[in-house]
């Protein structure tokens, strides 16, 4: 496969990008974009324009962003708070009263939750669209939907709203906020109610408490797994790196005895659905699961047994132990109620990690408005959002000729500037944008040269090739005639996917090799990739 992906990024005076300067015309990217939970600009000029002309409101009062969403200040909302452990039931009633409504909109922190809760409402004959930043699958008639969070639609009135958010603050503040529903039911941590109780208090929602217990016992064992000849049917072995992913699959299924799905982050959402289905299957010869701590965020698994491999994790910056709420959310996916295994069991590879292990069960997650009022930039109940992968993605399109929202598009684009691929495929994408006003993704991608990778590394650069096609598609929904190419790119991005689970089912885990390295000659203007 090849993509040509040039390289050039250049960085206004001072490392400052020209575009978070700029106010000459009206939709910079300025604080209002990047403070969590920031209506979209489109939505706050129509809220305060009339027909002769702008009425005077002070852009920079960020004190009060409960008044930027009218339509929701218009409604007393009930608000639910479905607040619980995992396997509590806390989302299925939330669910079910999303679905018993005349209209709703679920928003989820993952595509693959988003596509699940569609699913489910359309096989009960209640017709839904599924809208992410990616996908747009529509049906006749719908009046619900089901959405990731940061596509909550802010501006129409529903019945019902549900929110399962764990992260993306900054979008579930804005939905919090915005959503106009007659209920909305949120599900999470009690240590979440606090807070959510503070916000609401000012927008006149009335707001209720709904406490669950979790419907089937979690069992900390006092024994540590030890050797992985002791691996069960239903295991589920978490660790929190790649390599490490591998690693266990490898000397896990080398004993003969089980073959092994994976779950981790940068596995594209496609892959990671069937991984987990073919681990759900009861009939499939896949019947343990290796994860990271992804499996944390609400997908449904028949687990029986988590066993933590580490109690320690790098988090970007140093390695540190497991939080509380970190352990009690991966450890809470053992034991399903009404699955194969309804009694959950977790323990660790190690003895010596047992201790942390037990002590995290057993304390409290600690109340979210504590590090929340601490780290308070604005009023005291909301702070900026962390904006650094935005300014990453400035600084490298800060010269093109784009106007400032085409600027901003690219921007919020969920790229990953983190990974070479995918950073040059934006800078790719915004160029040929700024010359031409099109992008073809012939230009930068040969179809039908997508292989089995082979190695660790060349399973890396599919993912990352992935990502590429997978922004494409996310800018031809925003930017549809300069992208033309979506259904090539979605065909493309699936291929991905296949070949990639093809790699995870057919040639698993190999042992890195040293390979002398030798310099490549410098490129001026591009760079080709090949699997």
């Not at 941590?189 to 209720?208: S, Y």
């Not at 040293?514 to 080709?528: F, M, Q």
Request: glycine share 6%; net charge positive; charged share 25%.
């Amino acid at each position: 496969m090849a993509l040509l992906l040039l390289r050039n990024r250049k960085a206004s005076a001072l490392g400052i990008p020209r575009i978070l300067r700029d106010n000459v015309e009206p939709f910079g990217l300025n604080s209002e974009k990047i403070i969590g939970a920031f209506a979209s600009v489109d939505v706050i000029i129509r809220s305060y324009c009339s027909g002769s002309g702008m009425k005077k409101f002070d852009f920079t009062d960020l004190t009060r962003p409960h008044t930027w969403y009218p339509l929701a200040r218009k409604k007393v909302r009930k608000v639910i708070l479905h607040v619980g452990p995992t396997n509590s039931g806390k989302t299925h009633q939330a669910l079910s009263r999303l679905e018993s409504s005349s209209s709703g909109i679920y928003c989820g922190p993952l595509r693959l939750l988003a596509w699940e809760v569609a699913k489910r409402l359309n096989k009960a004959n209640v017709s839904c669209d599924l809208i992410t930043g990616q996908e747009r699958e529509e049906v006749d008639g719908a009046k619900h939907r089901a959405v990731t969070v940061e596509m909550a639609d802010v501006v129409s009135d529903y019945d019902c709203a549900m929110l399962g958010c764990k992260t993306r603050g900054f979008s579930f503040t804005r939905a919090l906020l915005g959503i106009c529903a007659n209920e909305l039911h949120l599900c999470g941590d009690p240590a979440a109610v606090p807070l959510i109780q503070q916000i609401l208090q000012v927008t006149g929602d009335d707001v209720k408490v709904q406490s669950y217990e979790r419907l089937s016992p979690l069992v900390p064992l006092n024994v540590p797994l030890g050797s992985f000849s002791n691996i069960q049917t239903g295991d589920c072995i978490v660790t929190f790196s790649r390599h490490a992913i591998y690693r266990l699959k490898k000397a896990i299924e080398s004993r003969g005895k089980h073959l092994c799905s994976i779950v981790y982050g940068s596995l594209p959402p496609e892959t990671r659905t069937r991984q987990a289905t073919r681990f759900n299957d009861a009939s499939s010869e896949f019947d343990v699961l290796v994860a990271s701590d992804a499996i944390g965020m609400g997908l449904n698994l028949n687990i029986s047994r988590i066993i933590f491999s580490t109690m320690k994790k790098f988090d970007g910056v140093e390695l540190r132990d497991l939080t509380v709420p970190e352990v009690k959310q991966i450890a809470g996916r053992a034991g399903r109620y009404g699955s194969k295994f309804p009694v959950g069991e977790v323990t660790c590879l190690d003895s010596e990690d047992l201790p942390l292990l037990h002590k995290s069960l057993l304390e409290p997650s600690p109340m979210l408005e504590e590090h929340f009022l601490e780290n308070a930039k604005l009023s005291e109940n909301y702070f900026f959002a962390n904006c650094e992968e935005v300014l990453k993605v400035a600084t490298v399109i800060d010269q093109l000729p784009l106007r400032l929202h085409e600027k901003y598009l690219f921007c919020i684009s969920p790229v990953d500037m983190n990974d070479d691929i995918s950073s040059q495929g934006l800078t790719q994408f915004a160029t040929n944008y700024s010359k031409k006003g099109i992008v073809q993704l012939r230009e930068i991608f040969t179809p039908g040269t997508l292989q089995v990778p082979k190695t660790q590394a060349a399973l890396r650069e599919l993912e990352s090739i992935h990502k590429v096609l997978d922004l494409y598609v996310w800018l031809s929904f925003r930017l549809e005639e300069s992208f033309p190419d979506r259904e090539l790119a979605a065909s493309q991005k699936a291929i991905c996917s296949m070949l990639i689970e093809e790699f995870l089912e057919r040639l698993g885990w190999q042992k890195p090799r040293v390979k002398k390295v030798t310099p490549r000659p410098k490129l001026n203007s591009a760079v080709v990739s090949r699997c």
